[in-house]
């Protein structure tokens, strides 16, 4: 048998494991300085047990309502071909990436009491809806996540065997058999990973608890946490509130793998998913129109709002755009500078090392960015004003959450690159730096630009850490709108919500648009 060829990239091995390290350290020990805070017999009162309460119950609810949703949305994606369905597709991850402050404003702007929505149930003499409070976190986060479950179903729907569908129209199968044979069995082992998804990113959301939330009745554990630090400077029960938001993060993460089950569609031929039969067209186009009015509305009504008010925007929310900008670009170049390394190291060591590392790396997804911040400062606290790491802060944070997603595009692109060319390369004796310069970099610089695109984008829109740190000096766009939406300066919030959409679109393209070009090169 042939030996398979063993990269030999001992120093981006070395630097992988200082990454994956660093990781480490920053989460475990901002967990472990939280800890130390917290108060001997301290524990937590009404108001945090009902905030665990709203947070389970909303997380629980919306992922419910996305998944519910999202069944037939999938289901009218994999069962039609029409022109522009690539681009609905597309669209659909387009939320992924979309600042959530704009996305809120937005919201408020078709549902809140002034709204197009309201407008309409007042002229057909109905009462009005509000948006602020628990239901209005409910539809936030169904709007943010109905893309996402849409995208994970259609996945299941595409991977049953085109030969399935071909054998049920040769049995003569009826439509509600078919259904019933081959669809439920795909489902029941999609949806429950889908929704547990869902409920773990509900349950660590902060931006749309504080926006729409906060009252005694829709505060989150997240919110919490940044109210006990923020208001009461109650380092104790900030602690408390942040091992708590892990626990049930981490459980959650833990049930989500739990539910995994095996594909049970067997192989096919990869030919292209058919649907055999006439299923109606009517039920599908109402299905995907109602969606995609629901998803694109708020960002047209924002748009069309904010662009004349861009000229006009105060020198306050250039200033801050100024340093989102440079938060994102700090922080995309830090979660390069942590992935890549990491990537190569786990495609090098291999075995339960290579799985450790990898998980080293993820460990940003089980992690509140909330609590990470409440550990920095602890930290740091005693040494240096915590206002004057506010950016600094807020970039290292940001590119460890986005660290697992740039891994999950590059360590298998890593991997790609290696069983293709890497026994060629060590016969010709192309080690080291020259291996990366010349054989990993250029096939890798697609899932490297969109890594890179994905974390800049994320890191422009982010309320999170800055908004413990940050006074009025240090404050980035989407702290400046949100403040902007508090004093009901709705006019300039629009526009400098339009411009926070355009930073965080343009950073994704520019990235992403690189990566595309070197890997043609």
């Known amino acids: 048998m042939a030996r398979r060829a063993e990269p030999v990239i001992r120093p981006a091995t070395v630097a ?40 389970l119950w909303q997380a629980a609810l919306s992922a419910l309502f996305s998944v519910a949703l999202a069944v037939p949305v ?69 709007f943010f996540n109905l893309p996402l479950a849409t995208r994970l179903i259609l996945q299941g729907w595409l991977d049953i065997p085109a030969e399935r569908f071909r054998l049920a129209a040769s049995l003569g199968m009826a439509p509600r058999a078919l259904f019933l044979r081959i669809e439920v069995p795909m489902l029941v ?27 005694p009745r829709a505060t989150t554990v997240e919110l919490a946490i940044y109210q006990a630090f923020r208001f009461d400077f109650d380092l ?41 039969g006439n299923p109606p067209v009517t039920f599908d186009a109402v299905v995907l129109a109602v ?25 306050e929310i250039w200033s801050a755009a100024s340093r989102s900008c440079a938060v994102a670009m700090g922080s995309a170049a830090l979660t390069i500078a942590l992935a890549l390394p990491i990537a190569i190291a786990v495609e090098r060591i291999r075995g339960g090392a290579a799985r450790a590392l990898e998980i080293a790396g993820m460990m940003g997804i089980a992690a509140s960015p909330l609590v990470i911040g409440t550990g920095l400062f602890v930290v740091t606290f005693p040494i240096i004003a915590p206002d004057r790491l506010t950016l600094p802060v807020t970039g290292l944070v940001n590119a460890v ?5 740039a891994l999950r595009v590059l360590v298998p692109a890593v991997a790609r690159t290696e069983a293709q060319f890497g026994r060629l390369a060590t016969s010709l004796g192309i080690e080291g730096a020259a291996r990366f310069r010349l054989v990993i970099l250029p096939r890798i610089g697609r899932p490297l630009g969109f890594g890179a695109g994905l974390a800049a984008a994320l890191s422009m829109g982010d309320l999170g850490v800055v908004a413990l740190f940050a006074d009025a ?49």
């Open 236 to 276: 104790g029960r900030a602690a408390l509130l942040a091992l708590l938001q892990l626990g049930i993060t981490v459980l959650a993460a833990l049930l989500a793998l739990a539910v995994a089950t095996p594909d049970a569609m067997g192989a096919g031929l990869d030919r292209p998913p058919r649907r055999w």
């Open 16 to 55: 992988g494991a200082l990454a994956g390290g660093l990781v480490l350290t920053l989460i475990l020990g901002s967990i472990a300085a939280v800890a130390w805070t917290a108060e001997p017999g301290a524990g937590l009162g009404p108001s945090d047990w009902a905030a665990l309460r709203f947070t």
């Open 74 to 142: 999938a289901r009218a994606l994999a069962r039609r071909r029409f022109p522009g369905r690539s681009l609905v597709v597309t669209a659909l991850g387009a939320p992924f990436i979309l600042p959530v402050i704009v996305a809120i404003l937005g919201l408020v702007m078709i549902f809140g009491r002034g709204g197009a929505l309201n407008w309409a149930l007042g002229a057909l003499g109905l009462p009005p809806v509000g948006i602020y409070g628990a239901w209005g976190v409910v539809l936030a986060h169904v």
């Open 291 to 315: 969606a995609l009015l629901f998803l694109l509305a708020p960002i047209a009504v924002l748009t069309a709002r904010g662009l004349p008010q861009l000229a006009g925007l105060p020198s």
């Open 189 to 215: 082992r999609v949806v429950p990973g889908a929704a547990l998804v869902v409920f773990l990113i509900c349950i660590t959301s902060f931006a749309v608890a504080l926006t729409l939330g906060g009252g």
């Open 473 to 521: 000096d240090d404050a980035t766009l989407p702290l400046q709108l949100y403040r902007l939406m508090g004093a009901y300066r709705m006019d300039d919030a629009a526009g400098a919500a339009l411009l926070l959409l355009a930073l965080s679109l343009a950073a994704f393209w520019i990235f992403d648009r690189g990566g595309r070009v070197d890997a043609q090169a």
């Open 401 to 405: 959450m986005a660290l697992p997603f």
